[in-house]
C-alpha cells in the first residue's frame, strides 16, 4: 500500500524534551512501519552483505526509494560502526538536504538530532563524538580531510546524490579513492604485524556484549576497530579485531568503505572509476504521471506558476493531493509565495485554504520542516522549492508537479561564480521533477514551456568541473590538500598542459607560492565563489577602498549585452550610449550606465531611450545583491566605495587580468602580453578606434578574429606592478608606445 507513509504524528513533533528517552522511541516506532514499507527494505540483506563483501559499491534506485534515509541506518545496525569510536558520513551537495535529512534520520533511529545521528554544515555542527551517522555536506568533508587526511574517524562514507557531479563530489571522489588505497595498505600492514606476533586472524572475530569489551580494549591501550553484528538489530558493534601498537598512529587504521549514490541509471561509469565496484539496483515505485506542456512560451514563468497553482487548487478537490512548484531560487520562491497570498486573500470561504510552504538554504529550520507536514482538513498545501526537491528531498503528498525549467547553477559558474546565474534545466531533470507527481498515485506534471522547447534541452547536464574553469578546479583541489594536481585521479581527466597552464596561472595571481602550495590569499579565494580572477579583484578591492565599486562591475560584466544595437537603429543606439562613455574604457562605462540605472530606478522608458537592455540588468542587479550579500558575510565593507577616483579601480582589475593585457604596436594593431596574439578591440567598445598604448579586457571572443571584450585603458606601469613576478622586467625594456 503506498499510501503507507504516515506522516510523523503532529503532537509528538518537537514537543518532547532531551531526556526523555521514551518519546524517542515512540517516534521511532510510529516510524518503523513506515520505514518496512519503502521499496529499498526488500534490499536491506542484499545492500549490507554486499557493503560486507566490498570496499566500494555504487547503488542506484529511483527518488524515494530510501536510499538516503534507510542504507545509514541499515549499516548503523549492522554494526558498521562503533558507538564513540567511528561513524558513517553520508554527503550532500546541499544544506538543507544535509540538515532535513538528518533531522529525520534521528526519528526515524529514535535519538535527540546531533546525538547518535546529526548533522555538520558549514558553521553549523549539531553532532558529538559519539554521533554514528553524519550527514554532512560535500564541502564540509573536504575540510574534515584537511585535518584528518585518512578520515580515520570514518569507517565508511556514503557520496550522494552523485549523478550531480558537482565540483566538489567530483574532487570528493578522487580523494575518497585515494586515502581508501592508504587506508587498505595501512590495514594490510597492520594485518600482517598482528598475524607475526602470533595473534590469530582469520576475519573479525564476533563476540557478543560488545560495548563493554571495547571499553576494556581502550583502556588497556589495544585498539577496536569496526566489525559487524550478526543480529541486525543490535545497534552497538559486537565484532572486533585487536591490533598491535606497534604502527604507533596507525594502528586501528582499517579499510574505509565508500560507497556512491545515485538516482540516475548510468553508474557505470562511477562503476569503472573505483575499480569495477559492484552496481546495486534498487527498485523503486512509480506510478504514471500526464505531463501538460504549454502551448506558447512563457515570457513569466513565475506569474505562469503562481495561475497554475491557482488553477489546480480550484479546479481539482483539494485531497487530491499536494502541489510541488520548481523554481530557481530564494527570490522566485519569495515572489511567488507573495503572489499567491495575494491571490488568496480574496477566495470565498468555501474555497479550501491554500497553504504555500517554501524552502530554500536561507529558511529557518523550523520553517523548513513545514513542508513535511501534512497540511491541515480542508486545505492544500503549495511547495515551493529549488532542484533541492528533484532528487535530494521527497517530500510525502505530491500529486501535483509544476515545472518552471529553470535552475540556478550551482557550483562555479564559468563567468561568475556560485549559485547566481538562472538557466534551463535539462531533459533529464524535467523527467526526474515530473516523476515528483507519482510516488504515491498516478500524478501530473505541468511544464511552463512548450514541447518544442522540451525537445531543445540539452540531454543530461554536463558535469560541474568540465564547466568551470580549470585554475578553479585547481584551486579547490589546493584548498582541498591536493598538492600533486598532476597525479589527481580525476574522473574527467583535464589534459596535462591545461592543468599546468591553469597552476601558472594561480601561481601568477599570487594564489599559489613558489612551492605551488596556497597561500593566504588563494585560502580566501577558494572560499569566494568566483573565477580566481575575479576573486582577485574583489579582495584587492578591499585593500583599495573600492569595493562597492569592485562588486558593480564584476555584476555588469555577467551579462552578455547591456544595450540593444537594433538593427534599424544603429546610429542612435550608439548615440544613446556615449550619454554613459568613458574615456577610459568599458569598465567604467558600465559602471555610469549602472550608476545611471540604478538613479531611475530601471524605469521602462528610460531603459529604451537610452537602448539599455531592462532585462540584463535586472539579472545584473540580482548578480549585484548577491555577490553584496556575500561579501558582507565574509565582513567586507561592501559600501566601500573611491567616488572618483577610478583609476583605483582600474588597478584592481588589472591585479585580476594582467594575462587579458595587449600592448600597441608600432604598426597601430594590438598584441597580447603573454602570447604575442593579435587582438582586436570590439566595435562596440568605448575605446574603439583609439590608440592606448596598453589596454586590458575582460575576455577574448572569436567571431571572425580575435576580439576583445569589455576593454579598458591601462598604464603600462600598473601592469607591471600587478605582475611583477610576470612583467616586471618587460615593461621596463625597450617597448615602444605610441601615443595618439
Ligand atoms: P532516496 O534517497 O532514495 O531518494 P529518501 O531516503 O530520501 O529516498 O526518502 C525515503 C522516504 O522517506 C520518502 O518516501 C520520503 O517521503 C520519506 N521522508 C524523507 N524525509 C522525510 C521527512 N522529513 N518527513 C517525512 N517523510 C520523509
Ligand atoms: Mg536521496
Known amino acids: 500500500n503506498l499510501g503507507a507513509e504516515e506522516p510523523v504524528p503532529k503532537e509528538t513533533k518537537g514537543k518532547f524534551k532531551k531526556s526523555n528517552q521514551r518519546d524517542y522511541k515512540a517516534v521511532a516506532q510510529n516510524l518503523k512501519q513506515q520505514r518496512q514499507d519503502l521499496p529499498i527494505f526488500s534490499a536491506r540483506n542484499a545492500i549490507i552483505r554486499e557493503v560486507r563483501k566490498h570496499n566500494s559499491l555504487i547503488i542506484v534506485g529511483e527518488t524515494g526509494s530510501g536510499k538516503t534515509t534507510q542504507i545509514p541506518q541499515y549499516l548503523l545496525e549492522s554494526g558498521f560502526t562503533i558507538y564513540g569510536q567511528t561513524a558513517i558520513a553520508i554527503t550532500q551537495p546541499r544544506r538543507v538536504a544535509a540538515t532535513s535529512i538528518a533531522k529525520r534520520v534521528s526519528e526515524e533511529v529514535g535519538t535527540p538530532l546531533g546525538a547518535r545521528v546529526g548533522y555538520t554544515i558549514r558553521f553549523e555542527d549539531c553532532s558529538s563524538d559519539k554521533t554514528q551517522l553524519k550527514f554532512c555536506t560535500d564541502g564540509l568533508l573536504l575540510r574534515e580531510i584537511l585535518s584528518d587526511p585518512l578520515l580515520r574517524r570514518y569507517s565508511v562514507v556514503i557520496l550522494d546524490e552523485a549523478h550531480e557531479r558537482t565540483l566538489r563530489t567530483d574532487i570528493l571522489l578522487g580523494m575518497l579513492k585515494g586515502i581508501q588505497k592508504e587506508r587498505a595498505r595501512i590495514a594490510q600492514l597492520n594485518r600482517d604485524s598482528a598475524a607475526q606476533n602470533g595473534q590469530s586472524f582469520d576475519g573479525w572475530h564476533a563476540h557478543k556484549g560488545g560495548e563493554k569489551l571495547h571499553r576494556d580494549h581502550r583502556s588497556s591501550g589495544s585498539h577496536v576497530v569496526f566489525g559487524e553484528s550478526p543480529d541486525p538489530e543490535q545497534k552497538e558493534s559486537t565484532v572486533f579485531t585487536v591490533i598491535d601498537d606497534a604502527h604507533g598512529d596507525v594502528t586501528g587504521i582499517q579499510d574505509l568503505k565508500v560507497i556512491v549514490m545515485s538516482a540516475t541509471l548510468d553508474a557505470e561509469r562511477f562503476s569503472e572509476y573505483f575499480g569495477g565496484a559492484p552496481i546495486l539496483y534498487v527498485a523503486g515505485r512509480q506510478f504514471p504521471v500526464t505531463t501538460y506542456y504549454t502551448t506558447t512560451p512563457q515570457s513569466d514563468y513565475l506569474d505562469a506558476a503562481h495561475l497554475t497553482a491557482l488553477q489546480i487548487h480550484t479546479e481539482t478537490p483539494s485531497n487530491s493531493g499536494d502541489v510541488l512548484v520548481f523554481l530557481s531560487g530564494q527570490e522566485d520562491i519569495e515572489n511567488v509565495e507573495r503572489l499567491l497570498r495575494e491571490s488568496t486573500a480574496s477566495f470565498p470561504p468555501e474555497v479550501p485554504h491554500l497553504l504555500p510552504c517554501p524552502i530554500f538554504a536561507a529558511l529557518p529550520q523550523s520553517q523548513q520542516s513545514r513542508v513535511f507536514d501534512p497540511a491541515p482538513e480542508f486545505s492544500r498545501k503549495i511547495i515551493l522549492a529549488t532542484n533541492i526537491a528533484e532528487t535530494s528531498l521527497t517530500i510525502p503528498g505530491i500529486r501535483h508537479v509544476i515545472d518552471s525549467g529553470v535552475h540556478k547553477v550551482r557550483g562555479f559558474d564559468p563567468r561568475v561564480g556560485e549559485s547566481l546565474l538562472v538557466e534551463p534545466i535539462s531533459q533529464s531533470s524535467a523527467r526526474q521533477r515530473a516523476g515528483r507527481a507519482g510516488r504515491e498515485a498516478p500524478g501530473y506534471c505541468y511544464r511552463l514551456y512548450t514541447e518544442a522547447d522540451f525537445a531543445q534541452l540539452p540531454e543530461d547536464s554536463v558535469p560541474e568541473i568540465k564547466r568551470c574553469q580549470l585554475s578553479m578546479v585547481v584551486l579547490q583541489l589546493k584548498a582541498a590538500g591536493v598538492h600533486d594536481i598532476m597525479a589527481f585521479d580525476f ?250
Not at 513 to 540: C, H, I, N, Q
Not at 687 to 710: C, E, S
Open 491 to 740: 574522473m574527467d581527466r583535464p589534459s596535462k598542459k591545461a592543468l599546468k597552464h591553469a597552476l601558472l596561472e594561480l601561481y601568477a595571481l599570487e594564489a599559489l607560492d613558489d612551492k605551488g602550495e596556497l597561500t593566504k590569499l588563494g585560502r580566501w579565494m577558494s572560499e569566494f565563489p568566483l573565477e580566481p580572477s575575479y576573486s582577485k579583484v574583489v579582495y584587492a578591492s578591499q585593500k583599495a577602498h573600492c569595493t562597492r565599486e569592485a562588486i558593480d562591475i564584476v555584476s555588469l560584466l555577467s551579462v552578455d549585452s547591456l544595450f540593444f544595437i537594433p538593427a534599424d537603429k544603429r546610429e542612435e543606439s550608439n548615440a544613446a550610449q556615449m550619454t554613459f562613455r568613458s574615456a577610459d574604457g568599458d569598465h567604467l562605462t558600465y559602471l555610469n550606465l549602472l550608476r545611471a540605472y540604478v538613479k531611475v530606478n530601471g524605469d521602462k522608458e528610460w531603459c529604451q531611450e537610452h537602448f539599455v537592455n531592462r532585462r540584463n540588468m535586472r539579472h545584473v542587479l540580482d548578480v549585484r545583491q548577491q555577490l553584496t550579500r556575500l561579501c558582507t558575510r565574509l565582513g567586507m565593507d561592501t559600501e566601500r566605495s573611491c567616488n572618483t577616483d577610478l583609476d583605483t579601480v582600474l588597478k584592481c582589475f588589472l591585479s585580476g587580468f594582467f594575462h587579458n593585457c595587449a600592448l600597441l604596436q608600432p604598426d597601430g594593431s594590438y598584441r597580447s602580453l603573454n602570447g604575442s596574439q593579435a587582438v582586436h578591440i570590439h566595435p562596440g567598445s568605448s575605446i574603439f578606434g583609439k590608440k592606448i598604448p596598453a589596454i586590458f579586457y575582460d575576455q577574448l571572443v572569436f567571431t571572425n578574429k580575435l576580439h576583445a571584450r569589455a576593454v579598458s585603458a591601462a598604464d603600462p606601469l600598473w601592469i607591471a606592478q600587478a605582475a611583477p613576478k610576470l612583467y616586471g622586467r618587460l615593461l621596463s625594456s625597450t617597448v615602444n608606445y605610441p601615443t595618439n
